[in-house]
């Protein structure tokens, strides 16, 4: 049917001779110029009468025609290809200069291949990340999630570990933001306020010890996932007057600090769904320790209590075993 169709189009398009009459793209008339060849008299288009088909009309573009199309094709072709190969390596330089030298080395060794080629699915596959620094910056990383892993005893297993040598000017806290798929992160370098979370992150564990600044407004943990986050280790916080971090911390159900100055419980206001605290080494005035101790008792979800360090002895014998008694039924009180 689709044939016959077709043929019927033909057949309207040709004069009484068989010959073709109308341009099939303007409607214009054509014009013979030789035994085979039709040229439209409004769009100039020339139409091949093919030998060994009678009258069946093909399209054919001129010699000069053809050599010009060619020409533009070639070049569309040439600007397609270059523009192509530079969109690509700006990727490969993009991706390449947004890491410090420390982390392009680390990345390097740890998937084998240049950093331009480290994709985000690469990076979203390491779900566990610790970074210290001693004489090298010391990388340990894994791709199991440590919240899900059956055996925690064996979790160490599966780890493995880079140093990299360099300065801290060629270490970038910012670069960790790209490790999207974290569950755990370790941070031992010290100035966690430097750092940069993921937008959007998964982390349900965090542990760091304190750095840069003990006056400033860190930010770093107001990209925290409260829909995640569960534990939270801030280390070696000796001297830091601000914690107005702790406001993003409120929905943390374990949390270990240490070395902190604490004049009162008042940072720890609104942690209803803490259930393990944890103070090593924390400073209080002697005279203050029992109303600081005592307000952070009365949590309403707290269920292990742990105290080491001197501190923790300002609280007379008596004074404890009444807590002892008092919140026994709901808290473990430990000290050392």
């Known amino acids: 049917m689709i044939q016959a169709n077709k043929q019927q189009r033909e057949k309207r398009n040709q004069g009484q001779d068989g010959e073709p009459r109308l341009c099939t793209s303007c409607g214009g008339r054509l014009e013979r110029k030789n035994p085979y060849l039709y040229q439209c008299t409004s769009c100039k288009r020339t139409y091949y009468i093919s030998a060994d088909r009678a009258h069946r009309v093909t399209v054919q573009v001129s010699a000069g025609r053809l050599v010009v199309a060619c020409a ?54 390491i779900k566990y990340l610790k970074i210290e620094k001693g004489k090298k910056y010391r990388f340990t990383y894994g791709y199991e999630d440590y919240y899900s892993f059956p055996d925690k005893g064996r979790f160490e297993d599966t780890l493995q570990t880079v140093e990299i040598s360099g300065r801290t000017d060629d270490f970038s806290p910012s670069n960790v933001q790209y490790f999207t798929g974290l569950t755990r ?89 803490l259930e393990e605290l944890y103070l090593y080494y924390v400073v209080m005035e002697e005279e203050d320790a029992a109303a600081i101790i005592e307000g952070l008792l009365s949590l309403p979800s707290l269920k292990h209590f742990y105290i080491e360090g001197k501190t923790a002895w300002y609280i007379t014998k008596e ?12 808290i473990s009180l430990e000290r050392k």
């Open 319 to 330: 004074q404890w075993e009444k807590w002892e008694k008092m919140y026994g039924n709901r």
């Open 72 to 125: 533009v094709a070639a070049i569309i072709i040439a600007a397609v290809a270059m523009t192509g190969y530079q969109l690509y390596t700006g990727h490969l330089v993009a991706s390449a200069s947004r890491f410090s030298v420390v982390f392009r080395d680390f990345l390097m060794e740890a998937y084998k291949k240049p950093v331009a080629e480290v994709s985000p699915e690469d990076l979203d596959g």
């Open 185 to 273: 992160l370790e941070l031992y370098t010290g100035g966690w306020e430097n750092y940069i979370l993921p937008k959007e992150n998964v982390l349900q564990g965090i542990f760091c010890v304190d750095g840069m600044s003990k006056y400033g407004t860190p930010q770093f943990f107001s990209a925290v996932n409260p829909d995640t986050l569960t534990e939270v280790g801030i280390l070696k916080a000796e001297g830091r007057k601000d914690f107005s971090f702790m406001e993003d911390l409120r929905g943390v159900r374990r949390l270990v600090m240490s070395d902190a100055k604490l004049e009162d419980s008042a940072i720890f206001d609104g942690f209803e769904d």
